[in-house]
């Protein structure tokens, strides 16, 4: 069955930069697209980023443009996003869900999810 | 602000029927057949109910049914049910350099 398992909940810095990760198995990796999407505390969820599995291709949300960073690891199935100059305000669950076209934009599987507290 | 417009709650009595919108624009909404809906619990991931405005994935009951009217898409459930209790959300693909815009979430209460 189709899995997705993120990295450990991090406490980080203002100013610093976090690096999640997310573990895909129970299918074919390169043959999806995976997003990031993520959650305030009491919030709604806001989409940050894709990366084409297959050919490392990204796009990120405006919004994100520039302190976030998507990559993919195919020898061990797992997909990474990385923000940069952490501030309180990106305190949230981050969590990774897959795309079964990548241009249909829905996503038919989520990880658990990482929470990411940036306090000083 | 979310770019997609929905309620902040609705409530209905199980065996009822609810609706829930979806508002947004010409960019996103009305402009593309990329219509999703999530169903969010309390402390959970959210989970895919409806795809590309009215279809739904395998295992989700025929309970849940989406549509679109213009820049309005929208998500029915009939016959309430107890376990239906959570967060929703819409989303759609949007030409503006945001890519993917969320609603802001509906709770559902069922009384």
């Known amino acids: 069955q189709v899995q997705l398992v993120h990295s450990g909940a991090e406490v980080k810095k203002p100013g610093a930069s976090v690096k999640v990760s997310c573990k895909a198995s129970?299918?074919?990796?390169?043959?999806?697209?995976m997003h990031w999407v993520r959650q305030a505390p009491g919030q709604g969820l806001e989409w940050m980023g894709w990366?084409?599995?297959?050919?490392?291709?990204?796009k990120y949300s405006q919004r994100f443009q520039g302190r976030v960073t998507i990559t993919r690891d195919t020898s061990a199935n797992t997909v990474y996003m990385e923000l940069s100059s952490l501030r309180s305000e990106d305190s949230a669950v981050y969590y990774c869900a897959r795309d079964p076209y990548g241009y249909k934009f829905y996503f038919d599987f989520w990880g658990q999810g990482t929470l990411v507290t940036v306090s000083s | 602000q979310s770019a997609l417009t929905q309620p902040a709650s609705v409530s209905g009595s199980p065996g009822q029927s609810i609706t829930i919108s979806c508002t947004g624009t010409?960019?996103?909404?009305?402009?593309?057949?990329?219509v999703s809906w999530y169903q969010q619990h309390p402390g959970k991931a959210p989970e895919l109910m409806i795809y590309e405005v009215s279809n739904r994935p395998s295992g989700v009951s025929d309970r849940f049914s989406g549509s679109k009217s213009g820049n309005t898409a929208s998500l029915t459930i009939s016959g309430l049910q107890a376990e239906d209790e959570a967060d929703y959300y819409c989303?759609?693909?949007?030409?503006?350099?945001?890519?993917?815009?969320f609603g802001g979430g509906t709770r559902l209460t069922v009384l």
């Open positions: 010409s960019s996103d909404v009305g402009g593309y057949n990329y």
């Open positions: 990366i084409n599995a297959a050919s490392g291709n990204t």
């Open positions: 129970g299918y074919t990796f390169t043959k999806y697209a």
């Open positions: 989303s759609s693909y949007t030409s503006s350099s945001t890519h993917v815009v």
